[in-house]
């Protein structure tokens, strides 16, 4: 088939490289245009544009994917199906009228859970112990269309979503091709979404990565892991913001209040609502990341020292 690939950050790379390697046609790319980035605010390209460039592919990148130029130039490649794996935009009713097969989404849950910009974050922090992806047919409501093909994902008890998302990338351009393989034969039936076990994951904003040591331990084991590497799981600690990575839940330690820090010869324990966790890696402002034992003895914590909640 003709097909016009929609993406743009590295977890999309993926399955650009599937498809390329595919027996269909890549016609163009569509992304989201260069943004600013780094401390001097150069535009950037995104993933997805700099791969195609790097294979010789067209690349589309509208301000907006109801551009009339760009549905103009939609039309003329006219594509049998348009793969979309977090391109992040809306598209319109015009451009979704345009493929024969239409716009094929690979989502990274098990649809019709967790529909939204950060399943795999949600996932994590709600303790799931399974997820996956799902390739859907593209409707106006928010991945709410007849789902084409699953497959499903241990989530592991250390997994970040950074882990994670890597692995379901990986896995799930090989459904993604496998998809519009069975589209283009006649053998998928798109079966419309069951109507109960839905959930949202919106986006996840830095209060949401926040740290709360008034929940239980497997609760910050959780958000932590969920949001690393980003937002980025923090605290602050006499008024200054910490950045956190990944904690180890302990079997000890509650008699530490919520957020009481205790520092020994070779931990940094932290008090939640049940036992304590222990820090690993930690990150002040401005500065590179460290050990959270090297980072208490800079500090110099004094008995009965919390991290803040509010």
Same mark, same amino acid.
């Given at each position: ?7 743009t ?8 490289d599937?498809? !390329?390697?595919?027996?269909?046609? *890549?016609?163009?790319? %569509?992304?989201?245009?260069d ?7 150069? %535009? ?5 544009? *700099? ?15 109801? #551009? ?11 594509p049998?199906?348009c ?6 935009a %809306? ?12 716009w ?5 849950? !098990?649809?019709?859970?967790? +529909?939204?910009?950060a ?14 992806a799902?390739?859907f047919l ?15 994902? @241990? ?41 109960e ?5 919106? $986006?996840?904003s @830095? ?14 084991? +959780? ?14 600690? +006499? ?21 009481e820090v205790?520092?020994? $010869?070779?931990? *940094? !324990? ?5 036992t304590?966790?222990?820090l690993? @890696?930690?990150?002040?402002r401005?500065? $590179?990341?460290?050990?959270?034992q #090297? ?5 110099r914590?004094?008995?009965?020292? +919390?991290?803040?909640?509010?």
């Amino acid at each position: 088939m003709r097909i016009l690939f929609a993406g743009t950050p590295h977890t999309a790379v993926p399955s650009l490289d599937a498809l !390329l390697g595919s027996a269909h046609h *890549v016609v163009a790319v %569509l992304t989201r245009p260069d943004a600013r980035a780094g401390r001097g605010r150069a %535009l950037v390209p995104s993933p997805v544009r *700099v791969r195609a460039e790097e294979a010789g592919v067209e690349v589309l990148t509208p301000q907006r994917p109801g #551009d009339e130029e760009f549905l103009s130039r939609l039309r003329e490649l006219a594509p049998d199906a348009c793969p979309v794996v977090a391109y992040g935009a %809306l598209l319109p009713a015009a451009a979704l009228a345009v493929p024969t097969h239409g716009w094929v989404n690979l989502h990274f849950s !098990l649809l019709p859970a967790w +529909r939204g910009a950060a399943p795999v974050q949600h996932a994590i922090m709600a303790g799931d112990e399974v997820t996956g992806a799902t390739t859907f047919l593209i409707e106006a409501g928010l991945d709410t269309g007849p789902v084409l093909g699953r497959m499903t994902e @241990t989530i592991r008890p250390t997994d970040t979503a950074g882990d994670l998302l890597e692995r379901l990338a990986d896995a799930g351009s090989g459904l993604l091709v496998a998809t519009l393989d069975g589209l283009e034969a006649g053998e998928l039936v798109a079966e419309p979404q069951p109507g109960e076990g839905i959930s949202l994951a919106p $986006k996840i904003s @830095t209060d949401d990565a926040r740290v709360r040591w008034a929940t239980p331990a497997l609760s910050v084991d +959780r958000r932590v892991r969920g949001c690393t590497p980003a937002p980025g799981a923090w605290t602050t600690f +006499r008024g200054e913001r910490l950045k956190l990575l990944p904690v180890a839940v302990e079997q000890g330690g509650g008699d530490l209040m919520p957020g009481e820090v205790r520092v020994a $010869k070779h931990e *940094v !324990l932290v008090g939640t609502a049940t036992t304590a966790v222990r820090l690993g @890696t930690v990150q002040p402002r401005g500065r $590179k990341p460290m050990p959270a034992q #090297d980072w208490a003895r800079g500090v110099r914590i004094d008995e009965g020292e +919390r991290f803040e909640d509010e």
